[in-house]
Every structure is written in structure tokens, then in C-alpha cells.
């Protein structure tokens, strides 16, 4: 099993669409859980940090289960700009190892 | 300010041949990583730098992967005896607090091992 788990997708969504990506994490000690965007051929940039009491910024809203150990994004009036890669990074305690899930692509159409 | 920088931006070599590739922290950071990202994949931890504590190495695929990092900024990633494999993107990222804070990316190396 890997140590973050996220559907690939893609999803294809109009715009205006509210949308939810999800991410299981395999480590219950892990600490910090962050949603990375990557637009095709760049680097990754920070979205969001996700905290325990579940965080919204504008249009997106990322939420923590730690009975579950999952994490979610959602986003809400999908824009075209919106698409991209969100990629689902969790890190552990004690060593610092940071785990990158293979991210769930996004479509956002007119 | 300046961001995190890489060198080369692209970089093709033959099967077997050494390579190095170069990272320029944004200044002031105290952590730095490395990443390796398989087309259509994604990232693969490397290898980690905090302050002047060991690095952690856990990451690294074989013993043909090493890196170091002078005096605290400026980091080395080298392939020894590059393969086929090896092709990818090699991203590095600094961070200021170690712990939860963003890590910042460069631009990445494209690694062609022919």
C-alpha cells in the first residue's frame, strides 16, 4: 500500500462546478497535511496547509480526518484556471520526511 | 526576492556517464530536499538537508545517488553511471521551518539519460 493515496482522475468538470478530491494516508503518527497544485511542465506550489479543525480559503476548503486518515479539497465555483494537478503531501513526525501522493488532475471546462 | 534555482534546466546524457545537478536555495533557509518526479508521476523524496544535522538519505533510490550540501546553501545532487531509469525531473525545495512551513520549488532539472 503506498503512503498517500489519491484517485489520479482525471476529473472533468464545467465551469462553475463544485468539485472534491480525496487522500488516504497510510502513517497515523503523521503531523502536517498540505494540497500542492502543479500546472502541467512546473514546479509544485503551495495551496493550502490542512488543519485538524478543517480550513477554507476563498473558494477552496480542505478538511482533516484523522479516525480515517484522509484528507479532502474541495472546491467550489470551479474556474478554468482551476485546472491542474492537486497533489496531496503529508509529513511525518520524528524524521522529516515529506510524502508526495501522485495527485488527482483537474479539468475545468468552459 | 529571489527563488529556489536549478542547473542545468536540461540536461542530456549517455548511458553510464556521471551528472550533477545544482540547487540554489532561497537564502535564509534552513531546509532543503530533493525530489525526483517520473513523467506523469509523482514526486519521490531524495534526500533531505536541515542546518548542519546528516542528511536524511532514506530516499535515495541506490548508492549511485549522493548529495551534499556546502555550507548550508547550495546543494549537489549527483547520478554516478547514469541508466535509462534515471530519466526524469529532479526538483529541489527549501523551506525555512523545518516542520510544516511551505517548501518553495525550484524550476527542476530534466534529466535525459540516453
Known sequence: RKEVEQDPGPFNV???????FNCTYSNSASQSFFWYRQDCRK??????????S???????????NRASQYISLLIRDSKLSDSATYLCVVKGTGGFKTIFGAGTRLFVKA | GAGVSQSPSNKVTEKGKDVELRCD??????????????????????????GNSAPD???LPSDRFSAERTGGSVSTLTIQRTQQEDSAVYLCAS????????????????????
Open chain 1, 54 to 64: 478543517g480550513n477554507e480559503d476563498g473558494r477552496f476548503t480542505a478538511q482533516l
Open chain 2, 25 to 50: 536555495p532561497i537564502s535564509g533557509h534552513t531546509a532543503l530536499y530533493w525530489y525526483r518526479q517520473s513523467l506523469g508521476q509523482g514526486l519521490e523524496f531524495l534526500i533531505y538537508f536541515q
Open chain 2, 95 to 114: 523551506s525555512l521551518v523545518l516542520v510544516t512551513n511551505e517548501q518553495f520549488f525550484g524550476p527542476g532539472t530534466r534529466l535525459t539519460v540516453l
Open chain 2, 57 to 59: 538519505k532514506s530516499g
Open chain 1, 43 to 52: 514546479e509544485p506550489k503551495l495551496l493550502m496547509s490542512v488543519y485538524s
Open chain 1, 14 to 20: 464545467p465551469e462553475g462546478a463544485t468539485v472534491a
